[in-house]
């Protein structure tokens, strides 16, 4: 990071007011979300968006999310906004799910990686809607951790990731969805996902129309297909076009620890190799959902950090926070338990991929 570190101000919920003057005059400010915590600047002003990247080492082809409250606004994001792409809003927003969509004249190269379209959100957490709403304008805002890393959901983590990077950090109660946003957009007759996330496949092909497909594309399909929805993305020798939606190329979501995927049924056998293997005192992680891996009979080597989640929710929820937990334990290795690719269950088992360093 560039300069001086800066005097970061805690503001609590109540002082959403002075976060949106921070916002207004070029400042950086981290806020909660329902998703993950994100860091946030004014989306139309250049010079602030490009403090983001430098406060989290972001590469500059990696796209932002802008973020809204006020219908109002979509016009000063959007250039327009197809059928489709408005039933979803109507169906899913406030919440998490992103739209790419053509972009507005007064959104910056910068946010949109020079691409012609942007991806916008209208979030439902409270006090994120509270700080947009008195910045008056629509903000930029990707997860608040630096690039690469497990974005936080809870202020500690967002503190440990931002202080002295940005100038303020509003405390808010832990997001509850815990993971970042489903992203969509809309090509031809058919909408694609961009990034998998709590609005699930399933969940928007309830809304559709029959007969329109909804298909998950990879990061590769999604900077090379179609640009009916993108326009004509730039690239060169030097190097890959950008992509029109983030935490689709770049390695993204590694704690410190390694981390190893198994099937439910080979979850226990995996740790007790890795357990026999393991030199001297070397803690392992072991993220399971319902108990369903764990062994009913016999101790539990002490070198062993077991969280359990009852549901894929709750897996969903704490995946970030339990990398975060097994980083401050010591752990070497985490053992992370794949569920089923269906509903949130995608999404969880894409963050588990690339956290792996398998995607």
Not at 35 to 45: E, F, P, S, W
Not at 49 to 77: M, Q, S, W, Y
């Amino acid at each position: 990071m560039a300069g001086p570190p800066l005097n970061t101000l805690v503001l609590d919920s109540s002082q959403t007011e002075i976060a949106g003057r921070i916002l207004r005059d070029g400042g950086l400010v981290v806020f909660p979300t329902e998703t993950v915590y994100g860091l946030g600047a004014d989306a139309q002003n250049s010079a602030a968006c490009t403090a983001i990247f430098a406060a989290k080492g972001r590469p500059a082809d990696n796209p932002l999310i802008v973020h809204i409250v006020d219908p109002a606004h979509l016009e000063l994001v959007a250039a327009s906004v197809d059928p489709l792409s408005r039933r979803l809003f109507e169906r899913f927003a406030p919440g998490p799910l992103t739209l790419v969509l053509p972009r507005a004249a007064g959104i910056p190269d910068v946010v949109t990686a020079g691409l012609e379209s942007v991806a916008v959100r209208f979030p439902a957490h409270p006090v994120a809607r509270a700080v947009i709403s008195a910045a008056g304008t629509p903000v930029a805002a990707p997860s608040a951790n630096r690039s690469g890393r497990p974005s936080p959901t809870d202020f500690d983590a967002a503190w440990d990731h931002m202080h002295g990077r940005v100038d303020a950090i509003v405390r808010g109660e832990p997001s509850q969805v815990g993971l970042e946003s489903t992203v969509a957009r809309v090509v031809g007759s058919r909408i694609e996902l961009l990034r998998e996330g709590a609005i699930t496949t399933e969940m928007i092909a309830e809304v559709v129309p029959a007969g329109v497909p909804v298909v998950t594309v990879s990061s590769y399909q999604a900077s090379v297909g179609s640009t009916a929805a993108t326009g004509p993305l730039p690239g060169s020798a030097a190097g890959p076009a950008p992509v029109p939606s983030p935490g689709v190329r770049h390695r993204h979501y590694q704690p410190d620890a390694r981390v190893v995927l198994a099937a439910t049924g080979e979850v226990w056998a995996t740790v007790s190799r890795l357990v026999s293997d393991a030199a001297g005192r070397s803690r392992i992680g072991v993220l399971a959902v319902s108990g369903r891996c764990i062994p009913t009979s016999g101790a539990i080597d002490t070198r062993v950090d077991l969280v359990t989640c009852m549901s894929l929710d709750e897996y969903a929820r704490e995946l970030y926070r339990c990398f975060r937990r097994f980083d401050a334990t010591g752990c070497s290795v985490i053992v992370a338990e794949m569920p089923e690719p269906t509903g949130i269950g995608s999404a969880i088992l894409d963050r588990l991929r690339r956290a792996a360093g398998q995607v």
